[in-house]
């Protein structure tokens, strides 16, 4: 679970929950500056809580690519190999690539997947 709040210092800020007071049922969240746990309920602008979709493993990319039509130099075509793909509690894969540059980041917004062996995307 993760926790949102929206104020004038941190505007759409999130955290994860790390526990539950078992008295009050209070989500409980790291405060940072008093270096302990908070309940959610405390802080003034808590808005409320959104089930997390946490990553609990991870697998090698296994030759995979992905493929974007226009995020390459330009808008031309772009097609990068495939790191890990990250499973999720909610049985969810996100496929990780590395650029040239070695810039790791989640291909959602991909325009195809192409499976090992494959040529090209047309």
């Known amino acids: 679970m ?3 709040a929206g104020g004038d210092t941190e505007i759409g800020r999130m955290v994860r929950v790390e526990g539950w007071d078992q008295m009050t049922g209070a989500a409980l969240v790291v405060d940072p500056k008093r270096g302990a746990l908070r309940a959610v309920t405390d802080y003034e602008d808590f808005s409320h809580l959104e089930r997390a979709d946490q990553v609990v493993a991870a ?3 296994g030759g995979w690519r992905v493929h974007w039509n226009d995020e390459g130099p330009g ?3 772009l ?4 790191l890990a793909w990250l499973i999720t509690s909610q049985e969810r894969a ?6 040239a540059q070695g810039h790791v980041e989640d ?5 195809a997947f192409i499976p090992p062996g494959e040529g090209p995307v047309s």
Do not use: M, R
Request: charged share 15%; no cysteine; net charge negative.
């Open 107 to 111: 291909a959602d917004g991909a325009d």
């Open 59 to 61: 697998v090698p990319g």
């Open 75 to 77: 808008g031309t075509l």
């Open 79 to 82: 097609t990068e190999q495939v």
């Open 94 to 99: 996100t496929a990780i690539t590395v650029d």
């Open 2 to 4: 993760v926790s949102q």
